[in-house]
């Protein structure tokens, strides 16, 4: 099981081990594992990185894990001779089974896992509260189906497409917010001051990040030895800091090399903030349409202790602005080139790729990990039956929402 300390990033000091927050300043906390060396144990999935995750159980049925290969065809076209790719999604034929087709569902079931633990004596009688563009929420609504614990979500109008599971909905609610993202994380908020709501923490929650972090865990394996470049799309940029901390777990372990892997993380301009964050430059117009949308995020933990700024400068990190176009053909590439289908973000990441190889920021020979952060919904759909989720209410105002909630 693991076992660790939460420490907050700025000042290493202990806090309580459900804590989202350190009380002193804005840092992110950080789980600080027993385990120095990586030990894997003998289940299936996720949970064969228990040791370095906070829980001290598992899901079972839940918590499919990531799959690494070396590519052939995308390694080919780009001239990459040591290009692997995790792929977090649904590909039967590689192993990888993830429920919604997005690594979402590493962050997903750790973090129920935690809530279940966290409200052993109440979980029936307390809600975890997640605001999605989409993905989030379906792997969440996945598991909490599974487990039969309640959850509340909130979710942009536009999102409910993504609304799906492939288990019959358990006892979920989901309130559709006409609004972006982050009216949806404002609505979440405020939801939290009803009683019987708990947080699930977003980018703060340890175990969403070093669920996350188990990409880097399974490719250092695959590859044995940690990887010089690490490319994803990201949105608030969370699974950049889950791929930093988890490579310096393996740093640390000390059978694996002692370099970090240079984050290289890309968004979908111009609606990129950590984009124009990181080059110092003033955001430009955001569009209401985005080649994929939840790539974006009006507040990434960008300056926070442990945050997105940290990882790139203790990396040599880059970040990437793609056009929409150029994400349409990175999609298009990696398609062609691994014959299976992804989501629009990791197109984004591929294009970043191809940006690197052009400007010569990544060598031929280099090891390079590139995350391929979702795909393989077309097998999904083939293989099994898709329930779908439809929104409980649709709300404008956070008032028709407090009034919905209260007279359930």
């Given amino acids: 099981m693991g076992e660790y300390v939460v420490r907050c990033v700025s000042d290493g000091s202990v806090q309580p081990p459900y804590s989202l927050g350190c009380p002193k300043d804005n840092s992110l906390l950080r789980a600080e594992y027993k385990a120095r060396r990586l030990e894997t144990a003998s289940l299936s999935g996720i949970w064969r990185f228990q040791s370095w995750l906070p829980v001290q159980g598992i899901i079972a049925g839940a918590g499919a894990a990531p799959v690494t290969y070396k590519s052939q065809g995308l390694g080919r076209e780009l001239g990459l001779e040591n290009l692997f790719i995790s792929f977090n999604g649904y590909w039967p034929e590689r192993g990888a089974r993830m429920p919604t087709g997005s690594f979402k569902d590493l962050e997903a079931a750790p973090t129920m896992q935690r809530h279940r633990e966290q409200f ?82 977003g980018a703060r929650n340890i175990a969403r990040r070093d669920g996350m972090g188990t990409v880097m865990l399974d490719a250092t394996l695959h590859i044995k030895r940690i990887p010089e470049h690490y490319f994803q799309a990201v949105g608030s940029g969370t699974g950049g800091i889950a791929a930093w901390e988890a490579a310096m777990r393996l740093k640390e372990d000390g059978r694996f090399g002692s370099n970090l892997p240079r984050l290289q993380l890309a968004q979908n301009i111009p609606n990129a903030p950590l984009y124009f964050a990181w080059k110092c430059q003033e955001p430009e117009a955001c569009c209401s349409n985005m080649f994929d949308d939840v790539l974006f995020n009006r507040r990434p933990p960008f300056a926070v202790p442990g945050g997105v700024r940290d990882a790139l400068q203790a990396t040599l990190g880059e970040v990437y602005g793609i056009t929409d176009d150029e994400a349409l053909e990175g999609k298009r590439l990696f398609e062609e080139s691994e014959e299976i289908d992804i989501l629009n973000a990791p197109g984004v990441a591929v294009a970043a790729l191809q940006q690197a190889v052009k400007n010569g920021s990544v060598l031929s020979d280099e090891i390079i990990l590139l995350n391929i952060t979702g795909g393989g919904l077309a097998r999904i759909r083939e293989d099994g039956t898709l329930y779908r989720l439809v929104p409980d209410i649709t709300v404008s105002r956070w008032e028709d929402a407090v009034q919905f909630l209260e007279s359930r």
């Fill in 120 to 201: 052993s004596d109440q979980a029936g009688r307390r809600s975890l509260v997640v605001a999605s563009a989409g993905n989030t929420a379906r792997a969440f609504a996945q598991v909490a189906s599974q487990i039969g614990l309640p959850l509340l979500l909130f979710v942009p109008q536009k999102a409910l497409e993504r609304m799906w599971t492939t288990v019959p909905p358990g006892a979920v609610t989901l309130v559709a917010v006409d609004g972006d993202y982050c009216d949806a994380i404002d609505m979440a908020e405020k939801a939290l001051t009803l009683p019987g709501f708990v947080p699930e923490g």
